[in-house]
């Protein structure tokens, strides 16, 4: 069964210093991955995806994630936290076969301070 | 223009009524869903409709009934709420059957069953 693992419920940064969300998945078969960001009382936006090409992928607002089949990880990064990084952030795979069914995972709060 | 919304945004109610909500994308989109997000925030998906025919139905009760008018529409209607359907209900579109993992979502609808 495909599933993702969030090793962090909360990530506390200061503006400026790097940002590192870790996500592990679990996958019989090559996955699709991706990371999406909830802002404060709004829906969800995809943030990044990676399907089998390359295995670092650049996202918007500046954030990037690399896939490591060795390591089944799929952590997401910005070298520059914001103030407007704060958010819940939701690393997501999609299960093989037809259709977008997405296994979302539980979620990283995002807290970002002066 | 708002591209996935839906209404009402907040939603109030009592036990064993019955409510909808409503959602419509204006992206052309011919593939719809409906997901639920509980108070830990974790989200999963309950139905998805392609050119409204009903694609993905996960284990959910029957008092759940998504309907599709057109492809630009799909709608959720619940029988007899509980208490425990107090989530946030956020609907979403992407483009075809593609696998792309790529879903615009709308704010999502915030239901309170008392």
């Known amino acids: 069964a495909q599933s993702v693992t969030q090793l962090d419920s909360h990530v506390s940064v200061s503006e400026g210093t790097p940002v590192l969300l870790r996500c592990n998945y679990s996958?019989?078969?090559?996955?699709?991955l991706f990371w999406y960001v909830q802002h404060p009382n709004k829906g969800l936006q995809l943030l990044l995806k990676?399907?089998?090409?390359?295995?670092l992928v650049k996202g918007i607002n500046g954030f990037e994630a690399e896939f490591k089949k060795s390591e089944t990880s799929f952590h997401l990064t910005k070298p520059s936290a914001h103030m407007s990084d704060a958010a819940e952030y939701f690393c997501?795979?999609?299960?093989?076969?037809?259709?977008?069914?997405?296994?979302f995972g539980a979620g990283t709060r995002l807290a970002v301070h002066p | 223009d708002t591209a996935v919304s839906q209404t009402p945004k907040y939603l109030v109610t009592q036990m064993g009524n019955d409510k909808s909500i409503k959602c419509e994308q204006n992206?052309?989109?011919?593939?719809m869903y409906w997901y639920k997000q509980d108070s830990k925030k974790f989200l999963k998906i309950m139905f998805s409709?392609?050119?409204?025919?009903?694609?993905i139905n996960e284990t959910v009760p029957n008092r759940f009934s998504p309907k599709s008018p057109d492809k630009a529409h799909l709608n959720l209607h619940i029988n007899s709420l509980e208490l425990g359907d107090s989530a946030v209900y956020f609907c979403?579109?992407?483009?075809?059957?593609?696998?792309?993992?790529?879903?615009?979502f709308g704010e999502g609808s915030r239901l309170t069953v008392l």
């Open positions: 979403a579109s992407s483009q075809g059957d593609r696998k792309t993992g790529e879903l615009f």
């Open positions: 996958s019989s078969y090559s996955p699709s």
């Open positions: 990676y399907t089998s090409a390359a295995t």
């Open positions: 997501v795979v999609s299960l093989t076969g037809g259709y977008n069914k997405l296994i």
């Open positions: 992206l052309g989109h011919d593939t």
């Open positions: 409709y392609n050119n409204k025919e009903l694609i």
